[in-house]
């Protein structure tokens, strides 16, 4: 992609506007009909008690809808209705757009569409359903998975792989469920969401991505400790975007010795900032002496006792590999999308007595973990310097163009009426 041109076809500062409702107005070819949403919302919700006395209803919502690679971002208005039980209608402050979401609109993974992207957002709850996790007036985060609680996987304690996931900015823009995604104005928050209520203290810009990269960055540390404490350990993150610095942040925390490995110089000099004894180019000729351990370390002897990957790059994966120690653990978080595949030599784990693990998603405790995480730690450490460039919703497609340039860890985008 060639900085300066739109993720979609058309221009990155105008997308195209509907928002008339569809019973004055026929749907669109391959676009959900906003308004019957509305309408069909409003009638289910319309159950006597349902609602938390003191809500109140937004009169009108605005989602920008996806309709697939090479198109431009549709405004599209909602009525939301009053929320059902277990529900929250949030109003979003500040939305930072993901990876996955510049993956989506370049076409390098499948999504149903049309859909509203965004999952990492805070807000302000304007309207709760009976036994809502969160009152009207809260500030909360929330997760980016909904799960059913009851199935067989809700009930072996990995909720995040639901049998019933659905996932907001992951799925499709529907009559039950058009604000789905953080860009919006709005998002309706469905039952089995965990959400957590973050108080008034720190920034928008360094709550908002609690809600995946920072979750991701705790589960994988979390998947690490089941294996050995991160007490004493010797770590390697290879990958210096938000997950990437968050775990390291993180794991010094817990007492951990953490080396750093990306090729952007930037995001090196990040990683010092957020803890890192040493920041390494995985380019460099020395690591090919050393298996990508950085000299006179104490892991160049035997290896680094946990390596994880929070880039997703072959190169990368394969590295971790090489330099894990015997009895070492590698977890994997940044492998969400299509890459050729890694060589793995059998013999090396068996031998090496290596433990390998993924992570994708994440529990509903690593959210918790990671606000609180946060609450500690944002303000000393540079979170709110992660978020560069800020665009009003209406230009998301500019937003997501600056995204794919990877100028910054995150690009931010805000409701223009906030």
């Given amino acids: 992609m060639n900085a300066g041109q739109p993720v979609h076809g058309g221009g990155a500062d105008g997308p ?3 928002t008339m409702h569809a019973e004055s107005r026929p749907a669109t070819a391959g676009a959900t009909t906003p308004g019957s949403t509305a309408a069909s919302e409003t009638a289910a919700a319309r159950t006597p008690g349902s609602e938390t006395p003191g809500s109140e209803t937004p009169g009108s919502a605005t989602a920008m809808v996806f309709d697939g690679p090479g198109r431009p971002h549709r405004a599209v208005a909602v009525e939301p ?6 529900e929250l209608h949030v109003a979003i402050e500040f939305a930072t757009v993901c990876g996955s979401d510049v993956h989506t609109a370049l076409g390098h993974r499948d999504e149903p569409t049309p859909l509203v992207l965004g999952h ?13 996790p969160a009152s009207v007036g809260d500030r909360v985060v929330c997760s980016v998975a909904v799960h059913c609680g009851d199935c067989d996987r809700c009930a072996r304690g990995i909720p995040q792989k639901c049998r019933r996931l659905r996932k907001y900015g992951h799925s499709e823009f529907s009559d039950d469920w058009p604000l789905s995604g953080g860009f919006a104005t709005h998002a309706r928050l469905l039952p089995g969401t965990p959400v957590v209520v973050v108080g008034e203290e720190l920034p928008a810009a360094v709550l908002a991505p609690a809600g995946c990269g920072i979750a991701t960055a705790w589960a994988a540390l979390a998947a690490a400790e089941r294996i050995r404490p991160l007490a004493g350990a010797d770590v390697l993150v290879t ?4 997950i990437g610095l968050a775990a390291t942040a993180m794991a010094v925390e817990r007492g951990a010795r953490v080396t750093v490995s990306d090729p952007d110089s930037e995001r090196r000099e990040l990683a010092r900032r957020f803890g890192a004894a040493s920041a390494i180019d995985p380019r460099d000729p020395v690591r090919d002496s050393s298996a990508g351990r950085p000299p006179g370390s104490p892991a160049a002897l035997d290896g680094f006792d946990i390596v994880l990957d929070a880039s997703g790059a072959p190169g990368a994966v394969a590295a971790g590999l090489a330099a894990v ?10 492998s969400v999308f299509p890459t050729d595949p890694v060589p793995i030599v059998p013999e090396r784990i ?15 405790s690593d959210l918790e973990g990671a606000v609180r995480f946060l609450q500690r ?8 310097e992660l978020v560069g460039e800020v665009f009003p919703l209406e230009r998301i497609d500019a937003a997501l163009v600056r995204a ?3 100028r910054e860890i995150r690009v931010g985008v805000v409701p223009a009426s906030r």
């Fill in 350 to 364: 068996v031998r090496g007595l290596v433990t390998i693990a993924g992570v994708h998603n994440y529990a509903p």
């Fill in 325 to 334: 120690a015997t009895g070492g653990t590698v977890v994997w978080a940044g």
């Fill in 239 to 242: 990958g210096g975007g938000l």
């Fill in 120 to 132: 990492e957002a805070v807000g302000r709850v304007v309207a709760a359903g009976s036994e809502a």
């Fill in 404 to 406: 794919a340039e990877r």
């Fill in 16 to 18: 195209s506007v509907d």
């Fill in 81 to 86: 209705g009053p929320p059902g039980a277990g």
């Fill in 377 to 384: 730690h944002g303000r000393r450490l540079p979170f709110a």
